[in-house]
């Protein structure tokens, strides 16, 4: 199982009135995958220089609470749906110093080669579609 990521919101993510702007939110979930990625083992980096690139196709976010400079925030993310050429992951962001619910958000990616063309990751790297399928969380209730 993987630990939540964490980190502080710098002052520069923050607008005028001390808010992490909305444009924050897709860095922090990528930074998120990423560290989950490596936690898994399967890091991004050496997924890149055996010809896997994993593109963003939709990003969903459900902004519930405010966070600012200073505060803590925790990512928690699931691999919700996996498919030889595709997978959907979703992320909910906590507030570490209150515990509250601030952001959900949910992402799609592709499996393509460095032409960006679809890669059936299972047919072509078995071992790596193995560690992704074994992160799937079949009970982890999906709304997609």
Do not use: W
Not at 26 to 53: C, F, H, N, S, T
Not at 119 to 139: G, Q, R, S, T, W
């Amino acid at each position: 199982m993987t630990v939540p990521y964490r980190r502080k919101v710098n002052y520069y993510e923050t607008d005028r009135m001390n808010i992490v702007h909305h444009s924050n939110y897709a860095r922090y979930l990528e930074e998120a995958r990423l560290d989950y990625m490596i936690q898994v083992g399967i890091a991004y980096d050496e997924l890149e220089k055996k010809g896997i690139i994993i593109p963003v196709l939709e990003l969903h976010d459900e902004y519930i609470r405010s966070v600012g400079f200073g505060d803590t925030i925790e990512v928690h993310i699931h691999l919700i749906k996996l498919t030889a050429v595709r997978f959907r992951m979703k992320y909910e962001i906590y507030n570490a110093g209150t515990g509250e619910l601030v952001h959900k958000a949910e992402t799609a990616h592709a499996f393509v080669n460095d032409k960006f063309t679809p890669l059936n990751l299972k047919k072509h790297f078995p071992e790596e579609y193995a560690v992704f399928e074994k992160c799937l969380e079949i009970d982890y209730n999906s709304e997609a």
